[in-house]
């Protein structure tokens, strides 16, 4: 919803006032922002890291520092992702992970492997994928307890329905990606999680989601569809949330917008997959095991030049979306209501309504940061 002439009040770290100025119960006062826009703080789905850290090192300090640069750039609320690594690292990152997300640093954690294929792993390290492993998952579970929130399967390999089982019974979503599916086994697996999903005892409605549409899984071709025909099928009857790296680099703007005409901005979560060199210089960077180079802004695998993640805030992806022609309420929505959706927090983040945990991004017309609040506190001000 778009209103003119506005007014959030706060008290504490909530929203106690979010409308019109007219109808303001006191006297707001003069404007203190000016011509700005206000928009919910952002909510990222899939981010690695950031400011020369990566989620996936298990440092407590440098996950940190990503989270807060991330927070100061508009995003309140991240889920750290974590590329594939050997069982005990990964146990160790979720384990750091789990006391970021009790701390309020990060909402939760993404595992993004290691059960992906071999012939879509991407910037994974293929030396390290394994098929899905219930004995495995069930350690990652526990060392994670309630902070995984998602998990990425690729459909096809062997065990993975019953992993889908596992996860949605623990309440962590299925995210189907990294995949060379048929559209037949990607349309089983999104049908076969949102049916678990939908098990689970909870207040708050909860879809699967697709890792980052299009990257890492076959094209659409017109005789043999696969698991992008199958996700925007699942999207458009609002059965699926697809995730859209918006950045300019992973997509082509033609694609952003053919997907938000086609499924509509509901269906849609905006994300970066930034890594470590997110608000830094082009330079050498780490992934996990693997060494990137980040040229023009473009981060590449040093050893295939492989797209390595991104090197764009939240807002900038809302940017460039709305470049791209998708109104910006959409693209909007999609950065935050949407993800919050997906992560079950409706009712807490994701938008601008009373009662609502009070994250408040103060933009210009260009979307140029103002001021950024994260639960009630300006942790970013206007330049003097």
Do not use: W
């Not at 203190?32 to 909510?43: F, H, M, N, Q, R």
């Not at 690292?89 to 290691?114: D, F, M």
Request: proline share 6%; with cysteine; net charge negative.
């Amino acid at each position: 919803m778009n209103i003119d002439d506005g007014v959030i009040a706060v008290i504490g770290d909530r929203i106690s006032y979010a409308g019109p100025a007219t109808e303001f119960p006191g006297n707001p006062g003069k404007a203190e922002t000016g011509d700005c826009l206000l928009i919910p703080g952002l909510v990222d789905m899939h981010c690695h890291g950031a400011l020369g850290s990566d989620f996936s090192e298990g440092s407590p300090r440098g996950s940190r520092i990503a989270a807060q640069y991330l927070h100061s750039r508009g995003t309140t609320t991240l889920v750290a992702s974590l590329v594939t690594a050997s069982p005990e690292n990964l146990i160790r990152n979720l384990t750091t992970l789990h006391t970021l997300t009790h701390e309020g640093i990060v909402a939760g954690s993404h595992l993004e492997g290691p059960f992906l294929a071999a012939g879509q792993c991407g910037a994974h390290d293929p030396a390290l994928l394994l098929e899905p492993d219930p004995v495995l998952m069930a350690s990652l579970l526990t060392a994670a307890g309630p902070s995984l929130l998602s998990v990425t399967l690729a459909a096809e390999l062997p065990g993975a329905t019953d992993l889908v089982t596992m996860l949605a019974d623990h309440g962590v979503t299925p995210s189907l990606g990294h995949t060379a599916a048929s559209r037949a086994v990607a349309a089983e697996f999104l049908v076969h999680a949102a049916a678990g999903l939908g098990r689970t005892p909870s207040s708050a409605r909860r879809r699967p989601t697709v890792t980052h549409l299009f990257n890492a899984m076959p094209g659409l071709h017109h005789r043999s569809p696969g698991p992008v025909a199958a996700s925007l099928s699942a999207a458009h009857a609002g059965n699926a949330v697809l995730e859209l790296i918006a950045d300019g680099v992973h997509l082509a703007p033609e694609t952003v917008k053919l997907v938000f005409d086609s499924v509509g901005a509901e269906n849609i979560a905006l994300v970066t997959d930034s890594m470590a060199a997110t608000g830094l210089q082009n330079g050498h960077y780490q992934l996990g095991t693997l060494a990137v180079t980040v040229q023009q802004g473009i981060a590449r695998l040093d050893s295939n030049g492989a797209i390595a993640g991104g090197t764009a805030t939240l807002l900038d992806v809302v940017r460039t979306a709305a470049a791209t022609g998708v109104p910006l309420q959409d693209a909007v929505m999609s950065a935050t209501a949407v993800p919050a959706e997906a992560l079950g927090r409706s009712a807490d983040i994701g938008d601008l309504r009373t009662g609502m945990s009070a994250d408040i991004v103060v933009v210009d017309h260009d979307l140029n940061i103002n001021r950024v609040f994260r639960q009630g506190k300006m942790i970013v001000s206007p330049e003097p």
